[in-house]
């Protein structure tokens, strides 16, 4: 490779590190940030007038609870960042990278304040390029692959995670015997990950992050909820029982000799992509968040049983609580075993943008449906998307949407400029006629998204729903 190539990979890595390490970071400051949150409410508490104080006596006993509930939080992070294998070496020194000031002047994600909990880390892409850390430009590179097989002799705990900086995914979802990184950079083959050391946890290597990153931290407590807790029931019902009773309809002779492949880009923390593993697909999410990533692998390959955490999602939120003892609730996941789940053999999960990774050639005409749920509207450019989804289907293949059209780059204002096509249902459903698509089934189905169920207000949406086919090609 020539010196200046060698030069860009090499500087490409490094500010792969220090995104990966603002994520870390992120989730180790959870737990200040939290009780900076608490120290601000007492001394709201104390301004009071004496007489007021008095009407509000307990609310001391309530902070004492919060900082309980906040422990108990942090513990579950640190329990998951402990079981994290980061894909990079991350005890290179990246002090001296030249393009260090750009990690400061980043472009987040935006979702507008009836959005879903102001939570923006819901799976985000950046068209052509796969970050790390989605809000940050600055650090783009190769996208990775992280699979998570079954066979009957092995668990999901105990299978291995395979990363892929190659930006593709091999349409062949073998088992992998060990831990692996593969990658097509010269001069880094020789790079090895110091996780098993846990150094890149050392408090010296984390940075000072925007509360902003912490937000991102809440949100996927919340998701947590929707995917993998009790109470979140009523969403996946809502949303994943339309998707698998299409699925079943349109798929009604799978055997495991012949099971049909879908794809779920989006994923988020990965209950649908396992739920429809568990009906006898190959299933495969596709997931560009880090954050949503290194959750769902300590849920889907380092969980031992049902219930084994609790968690207090609400807490971080004092407004349109019924009562305090709602507001601080606990909430015990996951509801089931993901390893005693039923899944199929050759379930997985691909961490990467879904463009720059799904348009690989390889991937023309390799599955046999696309499942998109909340998941078109984080498109810079929903026709690019479309025209993805339409050419990774084989002729006769279905795309199967549950959403809405809340477009994540909408209303972006800043020097960055952020490109967003934000078409109506309409032109929406024109441009996939165009692309090959025929309709089969449409009809709008009422949902929420990370809600509380003891909240005074309720975010609901009318999303589309739709089945369509990828029209035959005449030989």
């Known amino acids: 490779m020539p010196s200046g190539e060698l030069q860009h990979s090499k500087l490409e890595e490094a500010l792969e590190v220090k ?8 989730y180790l400051n959870y737990s200040n940030a939290a009780e900076e949150d608490v120290r601000r409410y007492e001394r709201s508490y104390k301004k009071l007038p004496p007489a007021h104080k008095a009407l509000l006596s307990h609310f001391p006993l309530k902070c004492q609870r919060l900082r309980r509930c906040i422990s108990i939080n942090s513990y579950f992070i640190l329990n998951m960042l402990q079981a994290f294998e980061p894909p990079l070496d991350m005890s290179q020194d990246i002090d001296n990278c030249e ?19 102001f939570c923006s880390c819901q799976s985000a892409s950046t068209s052509g390029r796969t970050c790390f850390l989605e809000t940050d430009k600055a650090s783009c590179g190769e996208g990775s692959n992280l699979i998570c097989n079954s066979q009957k002799e092995r668990t999901v705990s105990e299978e291995v995670q395979v ?61 947590i909820v ?35 492949s879908c794809l779920v880009p989006g994923a988020g923390l990965g209950r649908l992509a ?3 593993s568990c009906f006898g697909f190959i299933s495969q999410g596709n997931e560009f968040s880090y954050y949503m990533m290194i959750c769902s692998s300590f849920i889907l ?22 009562s305090d003892n709602d507001q601080l609730r606990p909430v015990s996941f996951p509801d089931i075993h993901p390893a005693s789940a039923g899944i199929t053999e050759g379930f997985s999960m691909c961490g990467g943008d879904f463009v720059e990774v799904y348009s690989d050639p390889s991937q023309e005409g390799a599955w046999d449906a696309v499942v998109t749920c909340f998941f078109l509207d ?36 800043g020097p960055q400029d952020e490109m967003s096509i934000e078409l109506s249902l309409e032109d929406v459903k024109k441009v996939a ?43």
């Not at 995104?19 to 992120?26: G, M, N």
């Not at 996946?236 to 055997?255: A, G, H, S, T, V």
């Not at 199967?400 to 209303?411: Q, S």
């Open 163 to 223: 990363q892929n900086f190659g930006g593709s995914v091999n349409g062949n979802l073998s088992l992998n015997s060990d831990y692996s990184r593969q990658s097509e950079r010269a001069g880094c083959d020789d790079v090895k990950a110091s996780s098993s050391a846990r150094d890149w946890l050392d408090p010296s290597l984390q940075l000072k992050v925007p509360l902003v990153d912490v937000d991102k931290v809440r949100c996927i407590i919340r998701n």
């Open 99 to 117: 393009h260090d000031e750009h990690l400061g002047d980043v472009s987040v994600d935006h979702i507008p304040c009836e959005g879903r909990d």
């Open 19 to 26: 995104s990966l390490r603002r994520i870390i970071s992120a």
């Open 378 to 413: 984080t498109a810079h450019n929903i026709v690019e998307y479309i025209e993805i989804i339409s050419r990774i289907l084989k002729g006769g293949g279905v795309w199967i949407n549950l959403g809405p059209l809340l477009y994540h780059f909408a209303d972006m204002y």
């Open 226 to 260: 929707r995917d993998w807790a009790p109470e979140g029931q009523r969403e996946r019902d809502q949303c994943y029982i339309p998707i698998l009773k299409e699925l079943d309809r349109l798929f009604p002779d799978r055997c495991k000799d012949r099971a049909p």
């Open 274 to 276: 396992l739920e429809i």
């Open 433 to 475: 006629l165009q692309y090959g698509f025929q309709m089969e089934k449409e009809k709008t189905i009422e949902t929420t998204y990370t809600g509380n169920l003891r909240s005074m207000m309720q975010n609901r949406y009318y999303a589309a729903f739709w089945t369509m086919t990828k029209r035959q090609v005449k030989s």
């Open 301 to 322: 390959n380092h969980t031992q049983t049902a219930g084994e955490w609790t968690i207090y999602p609400w807490i971080h939120s004092n407004c349109n609580s019924l």
